[in-house]
């Protein structure tokens, strides 16, 4: 009897000291978090969900991705990386963040968002590959549907801290065979 309070006692401290629960995450997504925690406590190391994703062979989801951000949001005590620099920094695929940084510069610069053809020429992304992220994009809070906007969209209001401190700064690196990791 000892014995399983014991077990239960572990397993109940390793519930509130992570903040997880079974039912909050699927298996997926669970890995994908263990990954980012696991690579978060190297040092330097600041790897996204989307090359943490393409590191465990999972392909592109951002369904999972979404999964994993919204649980980083609310668990921010999970990792100095997340206290730090904030769970919206790890969001963004690095053609994302290509995005966003080009949105953000038009609209600081000009003032303007610009339409999809521009945006598409500009980045030499495709139209239709645009339309995806962008959505995506709208989806995690970046960006709100605007009508106002040529591009349908329109930056949030608190756009210039939305992404943490190093507003969608990224390198990424590989040493040697070693897996991609993300430094800021």
């Known amino acids: 009897m000892k014995r399983l309070w014991a077990l239960g006692a572990v397993a109940t401290l390793f519930f ?7 039912a909050e995450l699927s298996p997926r997504a669970q890995k994908v978090v263990d990954y980012l925690l696991d690579d978060w406590s190297k040092h330097m ?4 969900i989307a ?7 999972l392909g592109p989801d951002d369904d999972l991705r979404f999964e994993v951000i919204e649980h980083f949001r609310e668990n921010t005590h999970l990792a100095n990386n997340l206290k730090f620099w904030g769970a ?10 290509r995005i966003a940084k ?3 510069n038009a609209y600081d610069i000009g003032d303007r968002i610009p339409d999809l053809t521009e945006l598409s020429g500009r980045l030499s992304i495709s139209e239709a590959e645009l339309r995806g992220r962008l ?5 995690v809070g970046l960006l709100v549907e605007s009508e106002n906007e040529p ?3 329109a930056l949030t209001e608190k756009y210039a801290r939305w992404g943490g401190p190093l507003r969608h700064n990224f390198h990424t690196i590989t040493i040697g065979k070693g897996k991609p990791f993300d430094v800021w």
């Not at 190391?45 to 996204?48: A, E, K, Q």
């Open 45 to 48: 190391h600041s790897t996204g």
């Open 135 to 139: 959505a995506f994009m709208r989806r």
């Open 51 to 57: 090359l943490a994703m393409e590191n465990l062979g």
């Open 151 to 153: 591009l349908g969209y």
């Open 102 to 104: 080009y949105l953000i």
């Open 16 to 22: 509130v000291t992570t903040g997880a629960s079974a």
């Open 88 to 97: 919206n920094n790890y969001v963004f695929s690095n053609e994302e963040r």
